[in-house]
């Protein structure tokens, strides 16, 4: 479920409210970093109960219709379409997610007038009409349209995110990752599919896990020994005048650098960069970039870093 960045981002976020907190303890922040994992991977499986959930609100809002005491036409013969939408339909049914759900006791069952306002805002959307209009039918066409309805409303809507924001801090950044690993999860139902086949929580679960350990014990072990260096690159800066995300994004680079021999100097300096730009200064990019590039070669050259592999070894 989480690639490279994604991991380097889980860190970059524990160590920075590490460095806020002056009373915490590094074995706190480690379980900060493994908890905010767990909720990521909750939130997966909530996203994708959420669909299921919307399947409900649509056949009682069908069932509430034939009872009215005039019902019209359409209450007597309404569109069955998204009810019957075939992906949807796997989810709903799947034992692998009934049984995920429960061990991690998720749940939408006290959230049902969210559910509700939920679906009345699909049923106004763009995507919901044009696919219930739409006279074609089919798989294909089913998930496609799912996935559709869910990429371009139901991720964004407001409710959902503000709801969201409500029940967890750890998921202020994580609705991208896991909404693309919803829609991942839906291209992997096909006609045949009885069941769903769920994301892991790792791709890799030996190498990722290690990378993530290691990259969080070694920015620690190191920003001592990491804070003279950058103080001695970055030309007319104090430490106390670099901004606290550039100063852990250095700190991150440099252990990155040094521990996984592996992992070529380009993309760790690429990545942290990329890093930089989103989640601190305008100028930080910059930065990051000029004070990385003389570092990276100085430490090269004593044999601080060194790489091995293929194509690795300069």
Excluded: C
């Excluded at 799947?94 to 007038?113: F, M, T, V, Y």
């Excluded at 799912?146 to 994580?174: G, P, T, V």
């Excluded at 804070?227 to 001695?232: F, G, P, T």
């Excluded at 670099?242 to 994004?249: E, N, Q, S």
């Amino acid at each position: 479920m989480f690639n490279r960045r994604q991991l380097r981002i889980k860190v970059l976020h524990v160590l920075y409210a590490f460095h806020a907190d002056k009373d915490g303890s590094v074995e706190d922040a480690h379980k900060l970093l493994m908890a905010s994992l767990e909720k990521t991977y909750d939130l997966y499986l909530l996203l994708l109960m959420l669909i299921g959930e919307l399947q409900d609100a649509a056949i009682e809002r069908i069932e509430a219709g034939r009872l009215k005491q005039q019902p019209t036409k359409e209450d007597l013969h309404p569109n069955t379409k998204f009810v019957n939408n075939k992906p949807l339909r796997v989810i709903i049914k799947s034992k692998e997610l009934a049984k995920e759900a429960a061990n991690r006791n998720l749940g939408w069952g006290q959230e049902q007038d969210l559910i509700k306002r939920l679906f009345k805002s699909l049923v106004a959307s763009e995507e919901y009409v044009a696919y219930m209009e739409n006279e074609e039918r089919g798989f294909q066409h089913d998930r496609e349209s799912l996935n559709r309805m869910y990429r371009k409303h139901i991720a964004n809507d407001e409710l959902l995110q503000d709801w969201m924001e409500e029940q967890s801090i750890l998921w202020s950044d994580d609705l991208d990752l896991a909404s693309s690993i919803v829609l991942k999860t839906v291209k992997t139902i096909n006609e045949d599919s009885d069941d769903l086949v769920l994301s892991g929580m790792w791709k890799e679960e030996g190498d990722d896990r290690e990378f993530l350990e290691q990259l969080f014990s070694k920015t620690l072990a190191l920003a001592g020994e990491h804070d003279a260096h950058i103080e001695a690159a970055a030309s007319n800066w104090d430490l106390d005048r670099i901004a606290t995300m550039d100063l852990i994004l250095l700190r991150m680079a440099l252990a990155e650098a040094r521990t996984f021999e592996t992992v070529p100097l380009k993309v760790t300096m690429n990545e942290y960069i990329d890093l930089a730009k989103f989640y601190s200064t305008e100028k930080s990019g910059a930065f990051v970039n000029g004070v990385l590039d003389k570092l990276f070669a100085a430490l090269k050259e004593d044999g601080t870093i060194a790489k091995t592999g293929r194509g690795l070894i300069e």
